[in-house]
């Protein structure tokens, strides 16, 4: 099954302490979200990212390690990822990291001569193309 949301995610619930099945008040931030892509050897890992995402880490599962990868977003350089660990990579490129743009962004893990394996995770948060987290949409709720 699939399902089709509009970012910014907010996550609510039915449980309130009362535990009368109302629903909780709206939460004011948005979730965050991942996305893994799966990488054989000598090839890039490419995540695309929806404009104004937030990105907090990226990681990577090796089933055939190597060293490490040099990360770029949109071409320029953001940081690596190591590669023979699942080790949490922050990017070092805060001004991108912290608002990938008002388009939808290309995070690209290079391969090289890395000659590692496996799956490349991004952590981010989905967001409106200008930055914020104000919501939108259809207005319809999940009952």
Do not use: E, H, K
């Not at 995610?9 to 008040?25: A, I, M």
């Not at 948005?30 to 880490?57: E, F, H, K, N, R």
């Not at 990681?59 to 023979?84: C, E, H, I, K, M």
């Not at 890395?114 to 949409?137: H, L, W």
């Amino acid at each position: 099954m699939s399902s089709t949301f509009t970012a910014p995610l907010r996550v609510n619930t039915r449980q309130t302490t009362s535990n009368d099945g109302t629903t909780s008040p709206d939460n004011t931030g948005a979730a965050v979200l991942s996305q893994q892509v799966t990488v054989t050897t000598a090839t890039d890992a490419v995540v695309y990212l929806p404009a104004g995402s937030c990105i907090s880490y990226v990681q990577f599962y090796p089933t055939n390690t190597g060293t490490s990868r040099a990360v770029t977003l949109d071409g320029v350089s953001v940081g690596t990822v190591a590669t023979n660990a699942p080790t949490i990579n922050v990017l070092t490129n805060v001004t991108l990291s912290a608002n990938t743009g008002t388009a939808t962004s290309t995070l690209r893990a290079a391969a090289g001569s890395d000659d590692s394996a496996g799956v490349f995770s991004v952590v981010y948060t989905a967001r409106n193309a200008d930055g914020t987290i104000t919501p939108y949409g259809s207005g319809y709720t999940n009952n």
